[in-house]
């Protein structure tokens, strides 16, 4: 069993920025997927990045692209989320999830992430 915890979260003005971490439990961490998502209040639960286990591959839902970006560590088995020009709309709760299995594709579902954290909050102030 792999434990995530994410942190990072915070309030923040329109335009600013954080950076968010998702720290594992385990080294085979480094071999796994991990995907950022994110739930506002009402909505579904969507994926906002996603990154191969060697870091080569990523994946960003269209609304973030350019703003966010997404990286590893797989030395210090964390996974960042770095989130630029924030917009009021990004305000959610943000989770990673890590996927163990070798898929020859980045998995997009949240069905296919077995492992997740508790969240950290964002909210983007006006």
């Known amino acids: 069993q792999v434990k995530l915890v994410e942190s990072g979260g915070g309030l923040v003005q329109a335009g600013g920025s954080l950076r968010l971490s998702c720290a594992a439990s385990?080294?085979?961490?480094?071999?796994?997927?991990v995907g950022w998502f994110r739930q506002a209040p009402g909505k579904e639960r969507e994926i906002v990045a996603a990154?191969?286990?060697?870091?080569?591959?990523?994946y960003y839902v269209d609304s973030v692209q350019g703003r966010f970006t997404i990286s590893r560590d797989n030395a210090k088995n964390t996974v960042y989320l770095q989130m630029n020009s924030l917009k009021p709309e990004d305000t959610a709760v943000y989770y990673c999830?890590?996927?163990?299995?070798?898929?020859?594709?980045?998995?997009?579902?949240?069905?296919?992430?077995?492992?997740w954290g508790q969240g950290t909050q964002v909210t983007v102030s006006t």
């Open positions: 999830a890590a996927d163990p299995r070798p898929r020859p594709y980045i998995p997009m579902r949240k069905n296919e992430y077995d492992y």
């Open positions: 385990q080294r085979t961490f480094s071999t796994y997927v």
């Open positions: 990154i191969s286990w060697s870091g080569g591959g990523t």
